[in-house]
């Protein structure tokens, strides 16, 4: 009974010397440190800004990245309350000509606590907003079609994000901002994601992040072109 009562002090102890770390940092500004710390000029013209979508491009897909000035600064899990706290060391100190935007995807999964559409579509707009007054494109991607989230079912984000991404395309267009439909050229049609696309209905394929790539690099070169 004694080394079984230890063994549930020692777990409690573990759980909250993990969740006073999570306080203790809650954006993840800690994060890209060293890789921030690493970057030199010229080496940062493209920031991509995200959750575990944007994260896993690297993973799957880098040939995107490689030989190219583009910065990963995505994070799994992350909401976008979260990337604007961290948007100023982890975009706009890096001395970017554009930043692509894409989230809000685990704010509707409730990742940290339930929310509404616009605080979420405030959020990315917000991040815009720095961005633009920095100098910076803000290049704002619809988020990705997801029929239901398989670690928080119920939800209805085949419903929630469609109305999102509206809400998204409008604000971008009031603002003048660039707006990035990733969701019209991936949908199933039913609102979810199209099953080459995917490993769970959320997360991408490297067929997924292949047809992601195509459609950014198009929206770079265009920017490119307007120098």
Known sequence: MKT???TIVLLLLSISMESE???QDWANLAWFTEENQAVAPGQAEVVFMGDSITEGWSALFPEFFGGKPYQNRGISGQTTGQMVIRFRQD???LGPKVVVILAGTNDIAQNQGPTTLRAIADNIISMAELAHANGIVPVIASVLPAFDYPWRPGLEPNNKIPLLNEMLKE???MEGFRYLDYFAAMTDGQNGLRPELTTDGVHLTREGYE?????VESEIRSLWGQR
């Not at 047809?211 to 459609?215: A, C, P, Q, R």
């Open 91 to 93: 975009v706009i100190d």
């Open 211 to 215: 047809s992601m790539s195509s459609m």
């Open 171 to 173: 604000r971008a267009k």
């Open 21 to 23: 770390s999570n306080a």
């Open 4 to 6: 079984l009562t230890a």
